[in-house]
């Protein structure tokens, strides 16, 4: 399992400039307006050797408009508390903590996890006596960086393992499919859509639990089970359990304790509630799966809300809202269940045991010899650079779990998104991969020989572009579907 650490830190200390050090690639164009150089908000990376998932909450909070610093300090604060192992404390040293410092170090010192405060913008040594002004907030010594110059990395590092390795992480615990032919499912969704209902009504009957192997950190179990033919471990299984024992609503939904899941799991199952609609947290939490390039399946649960006489219609309306809000998912199967009365749980089984097959399908070649040149003739592709047209030379899978496809070509860098769309469309509707994100790989063929001009990309890879999706995360009041009435329109008025 992959440690969670968090990047907390009020505006413009440096957070997102530390997460792309850290993360080794620099892809976000640091700027001085505060929260506008970050692209990407978490990532996978290896820290002195241990799996993590590095996440920037200042991304993650995505300030709503007229909050304060403090506001944003806090929310980020809280999410790093809900699910992270380890919070990195970002503060700018060349000045003294302000009163949004101590308010962050009053939350964080609250909640008991590790916190290393880390000084950043170290930049001359003047600066790194100035740090000792910090040992006011109360975290001790804080790790002199600059994050902007990559100074003080290794050390940050290092201390990060040792509070990892003393939590029980180990080193280089990449993650590994330990059997070939189990299917590692996760359940996810908001608290109260269903899942604990929806666990508990399988494991009722039908199930074998085989065994439950504790968690050698925190609490977290994975179970071992068979239903049919197929082999499933249920990951995250702590997330579920722990639930009953808490009063409904209280448990915050930790964003990070589902991300984490997602990259445990082959299949996800997300799960929503008829009653509530989608919410941005979802469509959040889809993009990451997408992104993840993991399975998939939605299941609408608590369908005996509805008037059983508008059952039909009221999926039909669901679905259609799904095309709209989650559009770039349109291969994700959905079900219509109800973990209560039991009904149609047995089909996210099912699917789920398909999907897997899906992702694990290999295409013979000749078959995509085949479907390449009726795809090209088609629609050929019409761009180019300078007098040289683009041409697709040929397709090959060169790996499952996901599908990856190595489409080479001989100008990568000029073929348009939509182009790519259009083969992974025509992919999909020949050869099925329902349930499955795929991975598109457009690159020149290795023996080419030309010689590359400078400009030029080997490789480019298809990517999920979410632009103009709306992505923020909101609180829980305000993250509700706004369309809710039509939902009320379905529901049975006798319950
Ligand atoms: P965030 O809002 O906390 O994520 O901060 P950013 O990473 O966006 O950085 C805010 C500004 O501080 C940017 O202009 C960065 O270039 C700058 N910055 C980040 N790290 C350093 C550093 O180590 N030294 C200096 N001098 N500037 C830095
Ligand atoms: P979790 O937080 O996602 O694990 O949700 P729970 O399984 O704890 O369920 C939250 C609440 O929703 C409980 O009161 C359940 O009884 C109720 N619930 C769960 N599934 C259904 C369903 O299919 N129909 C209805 N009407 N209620 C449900």
């Known amino acids: 399992m992959s440690a969670v650490v968090a990047i907390v830190g009020r505006p413009n200390v ?21 929260g506008t150089t970050r692209d990407r908000l978490y990532d996978k990376t290896l820290l002195d050797d241990y799996e993590v998932l590095l996440v920037d909450t200042g991304g993650l909070e995505l300030g709503k408009e007229g909050d304060t610093i403090e506001a944003s300090v806090q ?6 508390i809900d699910g992270a192992d380890v919070i990195l404390f970002v503060v700018d040293v060349r000045e003294d903590p302000t009163a949004e410092d101590f308010h962050a170090a009053t939350l964080l010192r609250k909640s008991k996890k590790p916190v ?4 950043n913008k170290c930049d001359n040594p003047r600066f790194e006596e100035q740090r000792y002004n910090l040992y006011e907030l109360g975290f001790g010594e804080p790790s002199p960086v600059t994050a902007l110059h990559s100074f003080g990395m290794e050390e940050l590092e290092s201390r990060v393992g040792d509070e990892l390795k003393e939590m029980g992480f180990e080193k280089n615990t990449v993650y590994e499919k330990p059997r070939e032919d189990r299917i590692r499912i996760a359940f996810l969704g908001r608290p109260n859509v269903g899942k604990s209902t929806m666990v508990n009504g399988l494991f009722g009957k039908k199930m074998v639990v085989v065994s439950e192997i504790p968690g050698t950190t925190r609490d977290a179990t994975e179970i071992d089970f068979e239903y049919k033919d197929s082999k ?10 722990r639930r009953g024992k808490v009063e409904p609503g209280i448990e915050k939904y930790s964003i990070l304790r589902t991300m984490q899941s997602v990259d445990e799991a082959d299949v996800c199952v997300l799960m929503l509630s008829f009653d509530e609609g989608i919410t941005n947290q979802d469509c959040h939490v889809s993009q990451y799966i997408l992104e993840q390039k993991k399975g998939l399946l939605l299941v609408v649960n608590k369908m005996d809300l509805v008037d ?7 999926e039909h309306m669901y ?15 959905v079900v219509f269940a109800s973990a209560l009365e039991r009904r149609n749980i047995f089909q996210v089984l099912e699917l789920s045991a398909e999907i897997s097959e899906e992702r694990r399908k290999e295409i013979p070649k000749k078959d995509l010899k085949v479907w390449l040149q009726l795809a090209l003739d088609k629609h050929p592709p019409n761009m180019a650079r300078g007098k040289h047209r683009f041409t697709v030379l040929g397709v090959e899978q060169v790996a499952t779990e996901p599908p990856t496809f190595v489409f080479l070509c001989n100008w990568p860098e000029v073929m348009h998104f939509s182009y790519g769309r259009y083969l992974e469309n025509g992919l999909r509707e020949n050869f099925g991969f329902v349930g499955t994100a795929m991975k598109l790989i457009f690159r020149k063929p290795e023996s080419s020989g030309a010689k590359h001009r400078k400009d030029e990309a080997e490789e480019i890879v298809l990517t999920d572009d979410f632009e103009g999706e709306n992505l923020e995360l909101d609180s829980d009041e305000e993250d509700t579907d706004t369309d809710a009435k039509d939902v009320e329109d379905f529901m049975d008025e006798e319950q």
């Open 14 to 34: 440096g957070k997102s400039t530390l997460f792309n050090r850290l993360v080794g690639k620099r892809r976000a164009i640091e700027s001085s307006v505060p």
């Open 75 to 80: 929310e980020q604060s809280q999410i790093a």
């Open 116 to 119: 290393l405060l880390v000084a």
């Open 232 to 241: 499933f471990t249920l990951v995250d299984t702590a997330g579920i359990r």
């Open 308 to 314: 059983p006489k508008k059952r039909d219609q009221a």
């Open 319 to 333: 679905v259609h809202r799904l095309k709209t809000k989650m559009s770039y998912l349109p291969w994700a199967p």
